[in-house]
């Protein structure tokens, strides 16, 4: 589990989120950084690691990642482990809308490690709006992108990925596995799928099931599980009075993001989020 010091670090060079992530955090990097704990932690676990934004930038010495998305979770496996094989596995991708509907209607399940890493790479990097959604039978079903030229292979920026996912334990599973894996002095940065912003918003679900008000409180029993065993815990979520409430007794903060996804040009503004912390 342990990260050791890679040549990632040496460099002084991080790695970019790989993947394409709606609700991805690179750009509120800068606004966390004050944000993120002043005193020393041995491990980190970040159980919603979606695009991985935070944990690339701050490259722990030992991490925990958690996803509930199993396709996610074996392309970073596969990263970490098998880059040379998935590199050679991504020169056979095509930017044809015929090839992307023959290899979205392909089931994982039936495909190598490397092969499900390699398609999940090229439709997330060639869908429409980079979305990752799944249908009620957790099949993806986002439309072709129709990109000129969609960067599919970034072999410098993977390279930096797998040195740093080096001894990283990555996972599949609930959100709630990381109370399994926390000790005491361990900092947790939770960033689950955003509690909607009005009762009619448009949610987009990356696994089957959507994450509902129920699981937000699910969460909230959690974050104050890590709380009362000594853990230090950051969440992100949307500005909503219901996120406040349920958070009242820690520490709020907000910060002012760009909404990336979003179906109608219009509507990509700028939104405030809270930062919740326990410390």
């Not at 990260?3 to 991080?14: A, E, L, V």
């Not at 996610?72 to 482990?81: A, E, G, H, S, T």
């Not at 072709?144 to 292979?153: C, L, S």
């Not at 009005?198 to 409180?217: K, L």
Request: glycine residues 6%; proline residues 8%.
């Amino acid at each position: 589990m342990t990260n050791k010091s890679t040549p990632t670090k040496n460099r002084g060079q991080k790695p970019k989120p790989p993947v394409k992530w709606a609700g991805g955090k690179m750009q509120l990097l800068k606004q966390f950084e004050p944000l993120f704990p002043r005193k020393e932690y041995n491990l980190y676990l970040e159980p919603f690691v979606g695009g991985g934004a935070v944990f690339f930038h701050l490259l722990p010495p030992a991490a925990i990642l958690i996803d509930s998305n199993a396709e996610l979770i074996n392309f970073y496996q596969v990263v970490r482990d098998n880059l040379d094989q998935l590199l050679q596995d991504l020169e056979k991708h095509k930017n044809t809308k015929e090839y992307y509907y023959s290899l979205r209607a392909l089931d994982p399940g039936n495909l190598s490690p490397v092969q499900r890493a390699s398609r999940f790479l090229y439709l997330n990097k060639t869908a429409y709006n980079g979305l990752w959604r799944v249908n009620s039978k957790g099949k993806f079903n986002v439309p072709f992108g129709r990109y000129k030229n969609p960067r599919i292979i970034d072999k410098d920026n993977l390279q930096l990925v797998a040195e740093a996912l080096k001894g990283v334990e990555l996972l599949s599973g609930d959100f709630s596995r990381v109370l399994e894996l926390a000790p005491p002095g361990a900092f947790v940065y939770l960033d689950p799928p955003y509690h909607p912003l009005s009762e009619t918003a448009n949610f987009t679900s990356y696994t089957p099931g959507a994450f509902t008000r129920e699981d937000q409180i699910r969460l909230h029993r959690v974050f104050a599980e890590l709380d009362q065993r000594g853990c230090m815990v950051m969440l992100s979520n949307s500005d909503t009075p219901f996120i406040r409430t349920l958070y009242s007794h820690y520490d709020i903060r907000v910060v002012s993001a760009r909404r990336a996804i979003n179906c109608r040009p219009t509507g990509r503004g700028p939104v405030t989020e809270l930062v919740v912390r326990n410390y």
